[in-house]
Nanobody, 123 residues
Framework: QVQLVESGGGLVQPGGSLMLSCAAS????????MAWYRQAPGKQRELVAV???????NYAGSVKGRFTISRDNAKNTVALQMNSLKPEDTAVYYC?????????????????WGQGTQVTVSS
């Protein structure tokens, strides 16, 4: 029932900007951390940025100063503003949310993942 839907990926030139967004929907009670991960070809999936329900953030060293993660708790969305993009930022970007949902009278707390969106930085 819970779904995370991402949008905003695409092709950009080095030095350009792009904003990714992710919307969580379904039988959600609360959302704890929300995060963006990425996976480049031949590489392991890595954490890019995370934001807590209270708004505190943390970033991978490779993106600090260039990327900004934000969320709108009223809309159950998280965004990633990416500036000064580099070719090494090329990857599939995945939205992640640790949340509590319900089904009938039961509740479940676990991670959910978006489908991924391709970001390509190239001339």
């Amino acid at each position: 029932q819970v779904q995370l839907v991402e949008s905003g990926g695409g092709l950009v030139q080095p030095g350009g900007s792009l904003m990714l967004s992710c919307a969580a929907s379904g039988s959600i009670i609360s959302i704890n951390d929300m995060a963006w991960y990425r996976q480049a070809p031949g590489k392991q999936r890595e954490l890019v940025a995370v934001i807590t329900s209270g708004g505190s953030t943390n970033y991978a060293g490779s993106v600090k100063g260039r990327f900004t993660i934000s969320r709108d708790n009223a809309k159950n969305t998280v965004a990633l503003q990416m500036n000064s993009l580099k070719p090494e930022d090329t990857a599939v970007y995945y939205c992640n949310a640790h949340l509590t949902s319900y089904s009938g009278r039961s509740t479940y707390t676990r991670d959910y993942w978006g489908q991924g969106t391709q970001v390509t930085v190239s001339s």
